[in-house]
């Protein structure tokens, strides 16, 4: 592991957030954070400036993974490096859209908190788990729901045109590492207590460090609670991405649409 420092959130461990252009400023506390309605300028500038600053800590986490695990398997290395190209490639895109709408970079306050926690994960399943598995996928759910939003609420085709961009890079990114969960898994079972390991970290992680149900942050968002901030869920994508029927339906079911999935899933998500 690199030597980037480490704190505290009562007793479990998480990495420091990792340097920014001084032109950012760092938040770790969700209420820092300014979620203006979407469908003001302000509110689409912050969604971009956001989400290029997600990217900007995909590749930092995808970088790292490929720095602390020297002997992973060449294939699974391969994969990081390129995930480390297309989510360059994913800054500058909405960089480029951020700048055409009239914003800077630096304009809103950052978070880097899925690297705070993935990084601190001393192994490379249990990253891929937490990284690719579960917030690139939650990304894609978000993204998804971005698009409609963004073509058929604002009317701005531009942007609709780059974030599908970005979800088709995506679904790879969450397809290789459901692959490699597998194929590490089938070599060594003690892949799956690793990964069982990072997911309950994560949850645990997650429920300290996500605001809480009415919280304001600093541009007046209120938090609705985690299970109404949950999007919809894109089955299609999570497909693609090699999600398993059985992980689909248990994902709707978290996601609370438990009453909408029939009995037999693998028929209806045919
Ligand atoms: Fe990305
Ligand atoms: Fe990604």
Redesign the pocket.
Known sequence: MSNIGWFTLGDLKLREEPQRDSCFRVVRDDTEMEEHPKNTDIGRREMLHRHMS??IT??DIAAQCLVDFPEAPWGLRMELAR?CW??TR??LVLWRRLRELGGTKGEFPISTFEWCITSAINDIAGRLATQNRTF?AG?MDIVAQLIRIVRNDLHDEETAFVLEG?LA??VQ?VRFANRWIRRLAAEDKRVLMRVAGAVRFLSVVNSRMQAKAGAVDAAGHVFESPEERIPSVNIEDRKLAEFSDDEIREILIQAGFRTLIPENTAETLR
């Open positions: 997600n990217e995909s590749l995930q297309d989510e994913h800054v690139e990304a970005i890079d995506e990114h």
